[in-house]
Every structure is written in structure tokens, then in C-alpha cells.
């Protein structure tokens, strides 16, 4: 029970500093190329590079989000015994914010 309070603090505390972060991803791909003052040649070898780039670091935080939530999940399920009915209720949608909030900061979107 104690590991779940602390990852749920470490979520909390973790995603307003990991926010700034944010505006570099993913690579915005025109910005960058852009920000680069490429020739026509160099924007057509680059951008499929930049683009794939990119879709990595989609897939990435796809896969973090879904082991944050395994987390968040397993947390919920060691609290529910000690918890009241409502306070179980209240968790339930603490924890469904959360994942909401992180699924917004990851960029990835809902099922």
C-alpha cells in the first residue's frame, strides 16, 4: 500500500516538471525543418527522418502510459481493501483523472 501512495505522489509531483518539456514533443516536424533553413533537397532527404523520429517517440509514450496506468491500476487494487465503498469511489475517480491528465501530458490518444 505504501509503494502505491509514493507513485501516485511521484506522478504528481513528476508531471508539472516534465510539462516544460512538453513543447519539444514530439518534434514538431515542420518547426524543425524550418528552424534549419533547409534547401528543397535537404527537406525532402530530412523530413522522413525527423517523421520517423517522431513516431517513435509516439510509440514510446504510448508504452509508458500504459505501464504508468498498470501502476496506478495496481495501486488501486492493494488500497480497495482498506478503503470504504465511497472512498474506494473517490480513488477510483482520482485515479481516472490522472490517467486522463497523463494520456493529455503523453500527447497520446484515448481507446
Known amino acids: ?24 514533443m514530439p518534434f514538431a516536424v515542420d518547426r524543425w525543418l ?8 535537404q ?18 509514450r504510448a508504452l509508458d502510459l500504459r505501464e504508468i496506468e498498470g501502476i496506478l491500476d495496481r495501486a488501486q487494487d492493494r488500497m480497495n481493501p482498506v478503503l470504504t465503498p465511497d472512498q474506494r469511489e473517490r480513488l477510483r475517480q482520482m485515479l481516472e483523472e490522472r490517467k486522463q491528465r ?8 484515448e481507446p
Open 102 to 109: 497523463l494520456g493529455q501530458w503523453f500527447n497520446v490518444p
Open 34 to 41: 524550418a528552424h534549419l533553413h533547409l534547401t528543397p533537397d
Open 43 to 60: 527537406d525532402q532527404k530530412l523530413r522522413p527522418i525527423i517523421e520517423q523520429a517522431d513516431n517513435e517517440l509516439r510509440n514510446l
Open 1 to 24: 500500500m505504501t509503494g502505491g501512495f509514493f507513485t501516485i505522489r511521484a506522478v504528481k509531483y513528476e508531471t508539472p516538471r516534465r510539462s516544460e518539456m512538453r513543447a519539444e
